[in-house]
């Protein structure tokens, strides 16, 4: 048992890393962005190359985090022109382009067959641990980390700039003050979340194919968001727990309703998630947290 | 015969209060104004008069029609129409639209041709959408807008905010003119002075308390009136 | 008695595999009451715990550490595609137990180091084979290829094009397709302009559907070469005889003369209500159990999975009595060596635990009806 | 000269919302600016901090010429305005409002925010001091914690106010600041532009209230129609024909 | 490279590009009225082909049959799901109306599993090959398919700009409390505006349905190029939804010999993103006045 909850949690910090950047971007900032499975998709392709050639894991992963920050700049560029609605659809269209090269370069990605064989992080660090062990305890601290760095910066005037951005810009603007140079930082940022998170999964599932990176992981990260509490860094903790409990809880349910054959089930837990979504929403709109607004 | 009748209204959003155990009342062919610190509650009670606020308590009657059971939707149809002091035009609508919008009452046309004639710049602009108007074309808008369907009682959330001196005393007339149309008026001002001038009666708010009412003449001589809420 | 063994059936029920995932977990389930009832393997009884990997890694690899931790299975059986079954590999392997899967990559076979995993299904690479041997032998000169972009479809294609190419022929067109596009006339304008004899594909059942349709509108007269999951009596269905005659199918088979087969077709209809010869990966995790129930019985009473793992190849590979029952194999193991003979294929399984079943070759009539031509051996 | 619009020339469409219009402001002057309503005002503002381009003409802004300069970089030089519909953020305090808005915050740079967390903090002090002073004034001290999406409408245009001053600026464009503010608050408004003017800073006010305009500045300017039609002292100004006519309807 | 070949390319995209159209129409009208992007549009399209099917099946073959029971379909879990979701969030910032239809698209999903698998269905249609105009290919049913989503447009526009109705749904969505006051039940013009998105995305059901296969994922894989075409055309503005369609269609079809197949769905978001760079409220925006 304590292997399965690890392996769900160590799933569950991974997307909370996730979550965390998504939430500067969106709860803090007001930026929706629809396309972090794209930056979470670089964090894991570059980590996962750069190890199977060999490169020691730590620089893997530093490597990660700033290709997938650096990736994330021509959109904060672009958020600087977008209302928010057109932005979100970009990075939709930014995620699907990043899937898209690693399908088509194959000479560097080995294209939709994958890349099998990336060392897990006790195998490339040579910790004296189970694998999944490992990932757990380095998550743990990636997030504890993360969670320290978004509650200082949200806590500081820059913090307090992002969310008048989400406000008001042109107001901002009338203070002298450049949107356009948050929100490009805030986008880095997050999306150094999401890659670090990408390396993580990447080392964790050993294996990575562009099926992996798809929109739908982002909706996840959004309901996880929303589901805690956008605008508060607890939420996205909470967030996470709750929606991974919740997808993994279901797998349970079978013990629970009986008589149900494992294809109907399958509906029936995607019909549950969908309903809880709704429920959630009507009757708990602030999240678990409570949101900004309240 | 009172038109408008308030009682022991209790008014607020969220759990705070804002307007507490305030009584209120407009007769026909009256023009009553309510003046009063910024945030004493003027626009909430306003709202809650037009239905818009989830949290009213008291009883609101509109001669005769209990207003407490009635959706703000449904106002209209029983004669009152209304102003709100921000966001009061249809941003994304042309002007033209933006008359047109409330559900058809009398002759349309007729009334679009009176208000043409009332407020030109918006004859000029018909085909223009509302949200590029100047802050105080859009005023004139909003007032248009509320007089097409030819109410009884107009609420006005400070109608002349924004508006040019020649058009804050058109205005004005306008307001004052209206009990001969057949519409009382209940009228919310930071232009004080000049709106008793127009006035019967008058109420003043202070912290969503009524804490003086009389005759528009008589509030206009009172010295301590003077000094708290009309200046100089 | 001792506790029953506990098997994991990790199936593709929903996703992209939910067309063949809920007829694979049956096909275990069955096969498993098959195991039971025929007085278990080793004394033992077989008990199953199901999981549905959504067709994605994330959904397989919990599922799987489930399924290892929490029902404390032994082995994992049925997961379909490739990415899932190397997100799976390591952590099966880990643990100790093995996994018996139905996909093509060839990274499968490279990535088992410790022997612990079984393909049930032919590799890409021999898919390919097949069709370049079908169609050196139907003489045609000038095909080109359509592929479904992921790691089957362009694995099949590619492996096509290897095996012809190594024949010294020419493929004159390959498009590779992004999936779920509500027309693909545009790939199909290209291919058909390099005027192809015929077109492989790898492809799936809905693209392969559209793709047809838009041919037959298009007016072309070329042949198709078709894996057969996407080249079925559904496909038939969908279009009519009309469009689909002169389709050559390319499956790989078993002995489907073979009393195994026929018992599975049989146990699956009645399970499913669906003909088997359309979820030919039920057959293979069908096999599965049934390898997995003779190894064990071969390796008897008390045998650690290591020592049973140890057994498959035993049970399976040439060198012994024929047998194509769970119940025949285990009397037959009383007095010597067996090869079952499974119901996906001969199970033959090479030094990486891959099989090299044949292919069938069969072609549409034009009643609509598919017919055998030949037998492909690779 | 602290500040010129220079023949600004506007166009929406076919419609020319300032046609040629130049204004000229000395330091720490006090300039009122009326005109009926869509006469350009808050257009001549709009174009003047930045928010729109002209199609022609140029802003002189302390001897430079910032007319390609973003708001933001006009502002930073110390031209401020204040918009007539209140722009508030709303989902931050009133205090938060205005700490935001203080120039020159070491915090809003990430490396500062992790390195030298002991002088962004002592700096918050001095800003929320100057903050708490101003939400005083402006008799927002009561409501300072709440959200300011919940004030209403005139303690919105009070803070719209305060907000600008908070950065002081050199000059102020402030955009009818008296509409639905308390008549008491205007005239305490009223003293406080003229005393900040006193320490020398400018403000172009546009404003229809003319009692309290015509008592507050020095200088006006009355546009109509995209066009200046008059400027010199208010009495000079309000006598003239043209300008009764065009924005009183011709009685006062 | 021939023009005939390039001409060819064009009219494939102009077909794909009308069934995103048809999607991306459905979505910008609950887009520009309810103000939030609607994610179970998706779903409600794949709910449009199933109850078409149903329909044409039931009737014995007829495909009239089929397009009103899509249509009616759709427009009634549209319905449903307004009165009891969409309703109860009106005034919420508009993340939590997606939220709680991404929900809706999952709920609508596996209801259609649970109750009718995965294996695709097909229409019954009789094939005909296609007739050659010039160096052009047309497939007789590919008019049709291009018809109905002109009829549809042809509608929606003179319903949203040409009747009160019309122009009650532009005044909810704009301000919905005035909307009130003026006397407009928002509940009643908000019921009939996702009657017609509805009905609309039902007709894209069917014609999708027609056109590829009937599955449970259908609808939900139009989303995003429907998405896409939306904003490019302008969230609100039914005809930029099409000209959005169309143009997305053509620029990837267009751009299949230089950037190859795989490829040609970013060519729609790179048509999406020079747009933005130059208008960035899409094609057909008015301007926004900020004072
Ligand atoms: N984007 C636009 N498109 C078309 N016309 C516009 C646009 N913006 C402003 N206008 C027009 O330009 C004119 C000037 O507007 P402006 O807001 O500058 O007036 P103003 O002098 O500030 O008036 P007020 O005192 O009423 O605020 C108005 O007639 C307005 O309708
Ligand atoms: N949406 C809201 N939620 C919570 N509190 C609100 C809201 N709107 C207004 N308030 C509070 O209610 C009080 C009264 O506001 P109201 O708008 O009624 O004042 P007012 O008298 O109209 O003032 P003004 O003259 O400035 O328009 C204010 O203190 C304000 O903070
Ligand atoms: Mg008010
Ligand atoms: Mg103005």
Redesign the interface.
Known sequence: MEGYLLAVGVIALIYMLMTLGLNLHYGFTGLINFGHVGFFAVGAYTSAILAVHGVWLPLAFLAAVVLAALSAWPLGVLSLRLRIEYLAIVTLGFSEAVRLFIVNERWLTNGVQGIPGIPSLSEGLGLPMSATTATFILLVLANLAAILVIHRIVKSPFGRAIEAIRDDEEALRALGKDPGSFKIRVFMLGAAFAGLGGAFYAHYITFVTPDQFLPLLTFYIWVAMILGGAGRVSGAAVGTLALVGFLEGSRFLRDIVPGVAEVEMASLRLGVVGLALILLVIYRPGGIMGDYSS | MSLLTLRNIRAG?GDTDIVTGLDLHVDDAEIVTIA?????G??TLVKAV???LARVAGEIDLDGTDLMAL???????VGM??V??????????TVE?NL?????VGDVRARMAEIHDMFP?LAERRRM?A???????R??LAFA?ALM?GPKLMVLD?PT??????????VFTLIEGLPKLGAAVLLVE????QALQISDRGYILDQGRVVLDDEAQALLADDRMA?????? | AEDPFRIGALNPVTGAGGTYGPGMQKAILFAVDEINEAGGAAGRTLEVFAEDTQTTPDAAVTAVKKLIEVNKVQIVMGTWSSGITLAVMPITTEAGIPEMNTSGAPAISTEDKDDLVWRFQATNGRFGRAFAEIAEQRGFKRPATMAFNNASGVGNTEGFKDAWEAKGGEVVASVVYEPKRASYRSELQEVLAADPDVIVTGSYLPDTTIILREWYQSGHENKWIIPGWAANPKLVDALGPEVTQGVIAVESIANEKAPSYERFARMYKEATGNDASTNIYAAMTYDMAIVWALAMEAAGPGASVAEINAKIRDVANPGGKEVYSFEEGKAALKDGPIDYQGASSRLDFDEYGDVTPDFSEAVVQPDGSFKRVSVVKI | MTFAANDISMR?GGFLALDHVSIEMGESDLVGL??????GK??LFAVASGFETASGGRVVFKGQDVTALSPAARARLGLGRTF??PREFTHLSVLDNLVVAAPGQLGERLVNVFLRPGDIARQRAEIVEKAEGIADFL?LAR?IDQPSG??????K??LELGRVLMLDPALILLD?PF?????????EISERIGELNGRGVGFLVVE?N?QALSDLVRRMYVMDRGRIIAEGTPDEVLARDAVREA???G?V | MSFGYLLNLAVNGAIEGSIIALGALALTLVFGIARFPNASAGDVITVGAYAGYGGQLASGGLMAAGVVSGMVGAAAISLAFYWFVFRKLAGRSAVYPLIASIGAAFLIRAAITFFLGHDQRVYDVPLTRAVALGPVRVVPTDLYLAAGALAALAVVFALLHMT?LG??M??V???P??????????RRVMTAMWLIAGAVSGLAGVLLGVKTVVMPEMGWDLLLPAFAATILGTIGNPVGAVVGGLLIGVAQELSTPFVGFTYKIGVGFLVLLLVLMVRPQGLFS????V?
Request: aromatic share 4%; no cysteine.
């Open positions: 959003y009063g610190t910024n945030g004493s003027k626009s037009m239905g818009l959706p703000a939707e449904d106002r209209i149809r129409s209304y709100p002091q921000v966001a009061n035009v249809f941003a994304s609508l639209e047109l919008v409330a559900e058809g710049a959408r949200g590029a108007l100047s802050g105080g074309e005023q004139q807008r369907p400070e905010a924004a508006l040019s001196p020649a058009l804050v005393d058109q930071q232009r004080a002075r000094e708290l809420y009309l200046g100089g | 929406f009326i005109g009926p309503n869509g006469a808050s257009t007539q519909v008799n409501v919940k004030l209403s409408g005139g303690q245009k009070l009818e509409a639905g503010v308390n008549p008491v608050l205007v005239g229809h003319l924005y009183m309807g009685v | 009160p122009r009650r532009r005044a969505a704009d301000n409390d005035l909307a009130r006051a003026s006397g407009i039940s928002a008015g301007a926004e006045r004072r």
